[in-house]
């Protein structure tokens, strides 16, 4: 991991704390409601990321899932980084 990705890494999680997201509290498989929940995406888009192989879901019948917190935490953190990525591309062009 480059110090680039280790230092959004530890900036997301202080966030996640700093917003009571990050806590010991959440269960590292979430039904679909408390994923929504924790993420701050949607139920429909985490269905969607989990069938593109963007995060981590067991379907336990129907439609109920229960999603892994840690690869919704790698999702987040990579979307973050690519937020940033393009910020500086766009700091860096002549106004």
């Known amino acids: 991991m480059s110090k680039f990705e280790e230092k959004l890494k530890k900036i997301l999680k202080e966030t996640l704390m700093d917003l009571g997201v ?7 498989w979430m039904p679909s409601k408390m994923a929504s929940r924790y993420s701050g995406l949607s139920d429909k888009t985490l269905r969607r990321l989990a069938r593109e192989g963007e995060i981590y879901a067991v379907n336990i019948g129907g439609k109920k899932f229960l999603f892994d917190k840690e690869s919704i ?7 973050k980084a690519e937020l940033q990525i393009h910020l500086d591309r766009i700091k860096d062009l002549p106004i």
């Open 22 to 28: 990050g806590t010991p509290s959440w269960p590292r």
């Open 73 to 79: 935490d790698e999702y987040l953190l990579k979307e």
